[in-house]
Nanobody
């Protein structure tokens, strides 16, 4: 059974930074494509960034290009999202998941997510 545990969210001022972590069990981060998704209040969940299993391909939504970076640590089986120069529009619950279809379709049940709140 796959378990995803996101952490690292919190309240930050606009222009600040956060680093989110996604600890995965039951599925290797090095053998699958992975993505970070977000769900803002009143909106559907959407893909934000993705990284291929080979690390050769990445995907960034236009709103986060130049601000967010996805990475992973195979030894820790953890995927990270470095978020810089945050804006109020980045406020959302962030989730990670392996990708069934590049770069938008998730594979497994969702974890609890981690809430990021950016104050302006």
């Amino acid at each position: 059974q796959v378990q995803l545990v996101e952490s690292g969210g919190g309240l930050v001022q606009a222009g600040g930074s956060l680093r989110l972590s996604c600890a995965a069990s039951g599925r290797s981060v090095s053998s699958y494509d992975w993505g970070w998704f977000r769900q803002a209040p009143g909106k559907e969940r959407e893909i934000v960034v993705a990284i291929s299993w080979s690390r050769v391909r990445t995907y960034y939504a236009d709103s986060v290009k130049g601000r967010f970076t996805i990475s992973r640590d195979n030894a820790k089986n953890t995927v990270y999202l470095q978020m810089n120069i945050l804006k109020a529009e980045h406020t959302a619950v962030y989730y990670c998941n392996a990708l069934r279809t590049w770069p938008r379709i998730a594979m497994d049940a969702w974890g609890q997510g981690t809430l990021v709140t950016v104050s302006s």
